[in-house]
């Protein structure tokens, strides 16, 4: 029935929890939290859900009472190396969807190549596999990102759903119209 109303959820400093996937709860985890006193209403959708004793509009937007700090190091994983590389082949330049990227070494593991971010690179099946044939470089060579640096990459990618509401906490650095 409500299904279709999921609540934003920000940090302490009204900024979204995460970009990419975007920090969302179910409508039903939005009026828990709301209830339990651990976030407080934003923005609210038109639609309202009763209770006995109570009537209370479905948050649309929520926000957590006490400021949440990042991680001070961002976590390699596979997920986070295609989002730095912002999900493109790093020796032809396309761009992929998540499962059809590898993880790739560009010094390979035989040559004495680390596991690390300073090492690994996403590419594309076909480069990866002609890559060390054709001595193929990256594009961009690796690097270590800092939380601004995936923040910045998950603004690239839009979630398929975007309540009106949501506007003002999700792209504050976006041009604003004239």
Known sequence: MFGANPALVLNADFQPLSYFPLSLFNWEDAVRA?????HVVVAEYDRVVRSPTTVMRLPSVIA???YVRPPARV???RFNVFLR???RCQYCGEQFVRGELTFDHVIPRADGGQTCWGNIVAACSPCNTRKD???MKPLRAPYDPVQHDLLAAQ???PP???HET???FLYWDSELEH
């Open 64 to 66: 957590l009472r006490e």
């Open 160 to 162: 398929n759903f975007m």
């Open 85 to 87: 590389d912002r999900f």
């Open 34 to 38: 709301v209830v339990k006193g651990s």
């Open 155 to 157: 603004r690239l990618f």
């Open 133 to 135: 044939r054709f001595r």
């Open 166 to 168: 949501w506007l003002d």
């Open 75 to 77: 976590a390699f994983t």
